[in-house]
């Protein structure tokens, strides 16, 4: 693609390509004479990380024979977008401009695919996404449960357009909210403009963004950096990956307009090493952007230089803090730094710099084009605009959803996510991963805001949500945020370093029964004392999980102390393997392997496990071919 | 200026001063600390706000919180409370989390009532640990003969990864690992003696707690005192004359060099010499080097050598500069050997029969002592290294209160010192002790005034242009070894137009040494030394070396004149690459 | 036999230090650039794709080409999780604990894989040819629980999956 020589080329440019996009426009909002395009179908085929886990590049790949061989080719082309979403369901096939959504999709399928419904024109039902409780196949996404109540800003392009071609973004208005920026606005406009819409940091904070580029504007220096946070470190979080892999151009043509607003003519993506496939669409997108003219030098003819270099995290959680993040672009150990000073006065080798999150970033070109008042009409309270969450755990629909804030949990956990899995009972869903807390079924219909999430003991983190239902143990899913915070803990402050390993330690008394009666109060003293006196953010929120599971589930850890159970059937030394005499057929073979030789019995008779003696090894469980041993 | 609210006194506070500094002048207000340090004679601050024991409540904007005193600047309109009982509750939640994780051998620990952590615990009156658990621990490093390292007991204040990488720039240590097993250890958690350190042992003299100590030479020199077919005689360093008074109570920089010598004749040393005689030798011998050097104007700048800390931090990491240090052994070296040949002669002992007992600031001088080229047929020059610290302690083992006793003098011959020997402890003092020779040879007239006061001081670098009568001589000196660094990247980019360079290794010489009684972060206290040593030159009928009258003796009976081949070997030495 | 051999390892050891060389060569560093540590975690992972993992002296080697010294070298490597010190098995295999894959049983998954291969978490067998690894999210949360063998990514596994990939590599 030729080199963007001024804004009016932009325009010029995006009204040739727009057309790319004719067939896929599912709203019909472009009005095209569909006869004057090259293709007259495309097939659109999810490329995120967890469809091509599922084989979708040799979809791609079979398609692409079969159309081939059946001479099709030049007139139907097949696309990868980035992640549509509906993780459950992939591997993703959508047909346009049938608007046809094809689910569980596997590469022998590309066969069917062609020859029914692109040659005969039948739609393959057996594909077709079945709404669970209505036992109704659905075509059009947008008709789905899942996608009914969903928003989509950050991810508006995500399923879209090919990230890998950077004129399918100019095709969606792609970088006109830059040059808008560039030529008709001066930097204190923009920060103006990100300020009124309420726009407020994705990454967990919620810090206002029109705020912190304010306070780096301010902030008078030689240099100054632009970051985008791509980290990720949340465990059960992706949607920073899915935009990164689906739409990179949005984050590069967002921090332009960034390093535009403060001051900055250079910016780094920190990105986590185990992230390969976004690593690589981004680096396809910056070399695209650049010989396109909208990075680098002179953008767009305007004389404003701005240019963005790739970093790659080592698998260090902390490093998603953003002194942290600092120092490791840096070059050092990711060892966060007392706040003040703050990044936007001395930051990346000591100069003001503006650390903000990719979902963050997602979201200003549309605020730019679309304009402020657009953006605040949407949300509830003070939490303007739509939020992603990943959905994961034990709900029917796990997958990426982006919803408007101040929809309720219920909505998303029932209506969007179908609901809990092989039907069993709702017990909690934590928001806001390992800083985060859980939230029981009494809050439900909180509708999602920063500030409720925060009132009712969790946070809005980056946008994890893990849906726990009857089998999970809450003792055991604080102790696994323990020991996640335990391994990640940078090591530098007291409180974090040694107080999270010993708030570690208590609950692993609770989950052997070894807890002294006054555990709760100890974990709660010591939770509070981690909070406050913390260096950084990952150990002010690390008591998180255990205060507010010890809050909301008090009665549970109560039993794991006093009565020495554990309701899930979890937690293996608070169990007794006991052996059922109906099915015990005396073969010994328990005894003959018991380390502890606590198992009697004579041969062809009942045996039975002494419990002083026994260890709870489970050796007794794997041996038994007769499903004697059980676990009570 | 801020207007703030502290304790619900107002206050006016320069801006930009942290919650602590703002609270230091005030009365009835205390605000514990730990990791913090502050050297202000050295313009130095390590202020990482890692252990959390000064926490103090912030209220701003209507939202309390709580934060770090030592490193939060304060902000118009703050209102502080430094002591609620949420705070004293934090404060000691914290401290007890520290203590969880420190083993609990106090009574056998060589910090035991000199520990930071150990007072803070009794000044917060803790009786019992609410949280007990799993103890970081790590192997013990015995490896040098100067630095021992017992990493069970560091409470990751990082003061040491400061004075190494940022103030000496040596850069053996870094934080290891992450979390809970996280620690202060060179490269790998190799021992010490197989990296780069160079025992400055500044690291050391930082430390709060037992995590970093010297090691211990205690039990040897008393074994050596009893032992009866040995001779033991003991030099003492200029550095340590005017320190080990605090250890018993007498005001910093008192000069007790008399109390000093009654003491150790009490030990039962044959004889007290002084490491000053020696450095007057070095002197002779090193004015004699310079003027050479600047006659065929060749491997200029000269270096000072008496320092091992400095000269092992060249062969290190400046081995391109290896010609150009004094080979000039140190004093402590040169006493080594000068006692092991002219008076185990003149007393009719077999070398092996002698055993030199050193009284240093040092810790290097421990690693210097054990150098390969310090030792002849298995004999070493030097053979056992106290610091000032461990001389302390063997007094107070014995009884001994140095300050209760009557003055008494050095031994001869090895124990008269000029003035200009004093100086040696303190930096500068070794080129002024050089210049009032050199003025004197090259001139061949009288230096009627002999204080340079251009080498004074203890900033960091000095550089001067002394004027010996119409010769020029450009002078630098430097203390510290981040500063040292300074001045040989300059000559190794040709930028240097220096004749004659003083380093040391310890920030302000000798008297701030890895050995010396623990300033705590008081630099006011080096100071003082400071102006004990030069005190004791200002007294002394002798100002310049080469009038010895001692030394004049030794070279007429044994050595010749200065840079002579016997000279040579027995007081010169060499460097190699490590 | 033992010698050519030997001189095999010397030669292939010369061809990664080439590379590595090259590499760094090609990022322009001003040594006396005080921002030239920048670049450290970025040679780091370079040289671990070419080496396989951070020796002693390969860690000497960046400290001098980067004019670092080597605690700070080796005190950034043990902070990240993604640096090794040690040799990995030629099959890395990377079980996912993050809170998806944990609440869908991630933890019995790695149990089967210990077992199979007689080795723990952080392990590598003797054969040199598998070592298991904990990894904290790779984000394939819709696949959970997710299992990473070299580039390639398993998702939705059960423990008798565990067998059967197993076999798919000792072919």
Redesign the interface.
């Known amino acids: 693609m030729e080199r963007i020589k001024s804004f009016d080329d932009l325009k010029n440019r995006y009204n040739t390509l727009k057309a790319l996009l004719a067939l896929r426009d599912a709203d019909e909002q472009v009005k095209i004479d569909v006869k004057s395009l090259k293709f007259t179908k495309e097939i659109l085929v999810c490329a995120g990380t967890g469809c091509v886990s599922s084989e979708s590049p040799k979809i791609v790949e079979n398609l692409e024979k079969e159309l081939k061989e059946k001479g099709f080719s030049d007139k139907i082309q097949v696309i990868k977008t980035g992640c549509f979403g509906f993780c459950e369901k992939g591997p993703i096939v959508l047909v346009h401009p049938d608007n046809v959504f094809y689910v569980e999709v596997k590469p022998e399928d590309a066969k069917e695919i062609v020859e029914e419904h692109i040659v005969k024109g039948n739609k393959i039902d057996r594909l077709l996404y079945e709404e669970p409780l209505v036992k109704k196949r659905v075509a059009k996404h947008s008709e789905m449960s899942f996608y009914k109540k969903q928003m989509r800003i950050a991810l508006r392009n995500c399923g879209l357009i090919n990230p890998e071609n950077i004129e399918e973004y100019i095709a969606t208005e792609g970088y006109q909210a830059l040059g808008k920026c560039l030529t008709q606005l001066k930097p204190e406009d923009v920060i103006e403009i990100i300020k009124k819409s309420g726009l407020r940091g994705r990454g967990g904070g919620g810090f206002p963004t029109g705020l912190k580029w304010e306070a780096t504007r301010k902030n008078a220096a030689d240099e100054k950096f632009i970051i985008c946070n791509a980290d990720e470190g949340d465990p059960g979080a992706f949607m920073d990956r899915s935009v990164l892999e689906g739409d990179p151009c949005s984050v590069i043509e967002s921090m332009t307009i960034a390093g535009y607003a403060i001051g900055a003519h250079y910016g780094y993506i920190y990105i986590r090493a185990e992230y390969p496939l976004a690593i690589h669409r981004l680096e396809i997108a910056l070399k695209q952007s650049r010989d396109a003219g909208v990075l680098g030098k002179n953008i767009m003819g305007t004389g404003f230089d701005f240019d963005i270099e790739l970093k790659y995290g080592a698998g260090a959680f902390v490093c998603g803090e953003e002194t942290a993040l600092i120092k490791s672009i840096e070059g050092k150990r990711g060892e966060p730094i007392t706040k003040p000073p703050f990044p936007a006065q001395s930051g990346l080798w000591s100069k003001p710099t503006c650390v903000n999150n990719v979902e963050t970033f997602a979201n200003v070109p549309p605020i730019i084009n679309k304009g402020p008042e657009w953006y605040s009409s949407i949300g509830k309270d003070a939490s303007k605009g739509t939020k992603v969450f990943a959905l994961a755990g034990k709900i029917n629909n796990v997958g990426l959803v982006e919803v408007p804030m101040g929809i309720t949990l219920r909505e998303i956990i029932y209506d969007i996510g179908g609901g809990i899995r092989g039907g069993k009972a709702f017990k909690a869903v934590q928001t806001g991963g390992p800083s985060g807390g859980c939230i029981t079924k009494e809050n439900l219909d909180t509708p999602i805001t920063y500030e409720n999430l925060t009132s009712i003991g969790s946070m809005m983190g980056s946008g994890g949500m893990i849906v726990m239902d009857e089998e999970t143990c809450i003792v055991d899913i604080a102790k696994f945020y323990l020991e996640f915070t335990n391994d990640e803990s940078c090591g530098k402050c007291t409180p974090c370093r040694v107080g999270n390993k010993r708030l570690y330690e208590l609950l692993n008394q609770i989950s052997d029964g070894t807890a002294p009666e006054d555990v709760i109060e100890k974990l709660e003293v010591l939770g509070n004392t981690i909070k406050k006196a913390s260096l950084c953010g990952l150990g002010q929120t690390s008591p998180n999980p255990v205060l507010s599971t010890i809050k909301f589930f008090r009665d549970e850890y109560e039993e794991h102390i006093k009565n020495k159970k554990c309701r899930a059937g979890v937690c293996k030394k608070l169990m007794q393997y006991t052996i059922i005499p109906e099915k015990c057929v005396g073969c010994t073979l328990c005894a003959k392997n018991c380390p502890t030789q606590c198992i009697s019995g004579k041969v062809k008779e009942v045996h039975k496990i002494d419990q002083e003696k026994c260890i709870k090894c489970g050796v007794c469980y794997q041996k038994c071919k007769f499903g004697a041993v059980t676990l009570v | 200026m801020s207007r703030v609210i502290i304790n619900d006194i107002p206050v006016e506070v320069f801006k930009d001063a942290t919650i602590l500094e703002a609270t230091k002048e005030m009365e009835d207000i205390y605000i514990p600390t730990l990791c913090h340090l502050n050297l202000e004679s050295f313009n130095l601050e390590h202020r990482v706000g890692s252990c959390r024991v000064c926490m103090v409540e912030v209220e701003q904007g209507g939202r309390k919180r709580m934060m770090p005193a030592c490193c939060t600047p304060i902000q118009e309109g703050m209102i502080v409370r430094t002591n609620t009982p949420e705070v004293i509750q934090i404060r000691r939640i914290v401290l007890e989390l520290l203590l969880s994780d420190h083993p609990f051998t106090c009574l056998t620990c060589s910090k035991n009532l000199d520990c930071e952590l150990q007072a803070l615990a009794k000044q917060f009156g803790i009786e019992h640990l609410t949280y007990k658990g799993e103890q970081s621990t790590y192997p013990l490093d015995l490896s040098s003969r100067a630095i021992k390292r017992d990493l069970d007991k560091c409470i990751m204040c990082r003061r040491c990864e400061t004075a190494c990488n940022d103030i000496q720039t040596v850069g053996t240590l870094s934080g290891y690992k992450r979390g809970f097993m996280s620690v202060v250890a060179p490269a790998e958690m190799k021992s010490l003696k197989d990296t780069n350190c160079v025992f400055c042992g500044q690291c050391v003299n930082v430390c709060p707690t037992a995590a970093l100590t010297e090691i211990n030479y205690i039990k040897k020199v008393w074994g050596a005192i009893n032992d009866p077919t040995k001779k033991v005689v003991v030099q003492v360093a200029p550095a340590v004359r005017v320190a080990i008074g605090e250890e018993f109570g007498l005001p910093p920089g008192s000069v007790a060099t008399g109390k000093l010598v009654s003491g150790l004749k009490k030990l039962g040393f044959d004889a007290i010499f002084d490491t000053n005689f020696a450095a007057d030798l070095t002197i002779m011998e090193e004015a004699n080097e310079l003027i050479e050097r600047l006659t065929k104007n060749e491997n200029l700048p000269i270096l000072t050598s008496c320092c091992p800390g400095w000269v092992n931090f060249l062969e290190h990491q400046f081995p391109d500069l290896l010609a150009i240090p004094s080979t000039c052994k140190s004093p402590q070296q040169m006493f080594g050997a000068i006692a092991k040949t002219y008076y185990a002669d003149k007393i009719g002992i077999k070398p092996e029969n002698l055993t030199v007992v050193s009284i240093m600031p040092c810790l290097a001088k421990k690693y210097e002592s054990a150098r390969p080229e310090f030792i002849k047929n298995n004999v070493n020059d030097v053979d056992f290294v106290l610091t000032t610290r461990e001389l302390a302690k063997m007094f107070k083992e014995a009884g001994i209160n140095p300050i209760n006793l009557p003055d008494e003098n050095f031994d001869n011959p090895l124990g008269e010192s000029s003035g200009a020997a004093d100086l040696f402890g303190v930096t500068g003092g070794v080129i002024e002790a050089a210049l009032r020779t050199a003025y004197e040879w090259v001139t061949k007239k009288e230096l009627k005034d002999v204080v340079f006061t251009e080498a004074r001081g203890l900033e960091g670098i000095k550089e001067a242009t002394i004027d010996i009568d119409g010769t020029k001589i450009n002078i630098a000196v430097t203390s510290g070894l981040g500063n040292a660094r300074k001045i040989l990247e300059k000559i190794q980019s040709g930028e240097a137009k220096y004749h004659a360079i003083e380093i040391m290794a310890c920030p302000g010489g000798c008297i701030d040494g890895g050995g010396q009684p623990y300033i705590h972060g008081d630099t006011t206290i080096i100071e003082k030394r400071m102006k004990g040593l030069y005190s004791i030159d200002e007294k002394k009928q002798i100002k310049k070396s080469h009038e010895n009258p001692y030394i004049q003796r030794l070279y007429k009976e044994f050595l010749g004149e200065p840079g002579s081949k016997k000279a040579h070997d027995v007081l010169h030495t060499h460097y190699y690459k490590k | 036999m033992e010698k050519s051999n030997n001189n095999c390892q010397n030669v292939l050891a010369q061809e990664f230090y080439k590379k590595l060389d090259d590499y760094i060569q090609d990022l322009n560093i001003d040594l006396k650039d005080k921002?030239r540590?920048?670049?450290?975690?970025?040679v780091?992972?370079t040289a671990q794709h070419i080496f396989g993992y951070l020796p002693?002296e390969v860690?000497r080697h960046v400290a001098r080409k980067l004019n670092l010294?080597?605690?700070?070298?080796?005190?950034?490597i043990?902070?990240?999780?993604?640096?090794t010190?040690t040799p990995k098995g030629k099959n890395k295999i990377s079980v996912c604990?993050?809170?998806?894959?944990?609440?869908?049983g991630a933890d019995k998954i790695l149990e089967e894989f210990e077992k199979n291969l007689g080795i723990k978490a952080g392990q590598v067998t003797k054969d040199m040819e598998y070592s298991i690894d904990l990894?904290?999210?790779?984000?394939?949360?819709?696949?959970?629980p997710?299992v990473t063998i070299g580039?390639?990514?398993?998702?939705r596994i059960t423990k008798d999956d565990v067998k059967k990939i197993l076999d798919e590599y000792k072919k």
């Open positions: 921002r540590k920048g670049n450290l975690i970025q780091l992972h002693e860690q010294q080597h605690s700070e070298v080796s005190g950034v043990s902070f990240y999780n993604y640096f010190t604990m993050g809170t998806a894959c944990f609440v869908k990894v904290r999210c790779i984000g394939a949360c819709g696949l959970a997710v580039e390639k990514v398993y998702g």
